[in-house]
């Protein structure tokens, strides 16, 4: 079974730079889970898509959060990295990370618990 774990801080000032980790439980990274993705819930609202990696291949981003976003792969340790930039208020929301072998974030077999991010100075 493939275990993800979310991991960060849970408070970040307007305007600062929002880093993320991944880390997955096995080589799945780098082996037979080609899609991975960040995808996010604000509070109230539905899953919102960030971004997502194929492969080695480039990743690819939600054109409403394209010019703030990245998204890495260190298959070394076996973790997915997410930058979100400029965070405002409305960035609030619990942050997971899901990998799988199909490309729609929805049909990800394997999901983390999520992390929470607040925005607050």
């Known amino acids: 079974q493939v275990q993800l774990q979310e991991s960060g801080p849970g408070l970040v000032k307007p305007s600062q730079t929002l880093s993320l980790t991944c880390t997955v439980s096995s080589d799945s990274i780098t082996s037979y889970l080609p899609y991975w993705s960040w995808i996010r819930q604000a509070p109230g609202k539905g899953l919102e898509w960030i971004g997502s990696?194929?492969?080695?291949?480039?990743?690819y981003y939600s054109p409403s959060l394209k010019s703030r976003t990245s998204i890495s792969r260190d298959t070394s340790k076996n973790q997915l990295t997410l930058q979100l930039s400029s965070m405002t208020p409305e960035d609030a929301a619990v942050y997971y990370c899901?990998?799988?072998?199909?490309?729609?974030?929805?049909?990800?077999?394997?999901w983390g618990k999520g992390t929470l991010v607040t925005v607050s100075s």
């Open positions: 990696t194929v492969g080695s291949g480039n990743p």
């Open positions: 899901a990998g799988g072998t199909h490309s729609s974030y929805n049909d990800m077999e394997f």
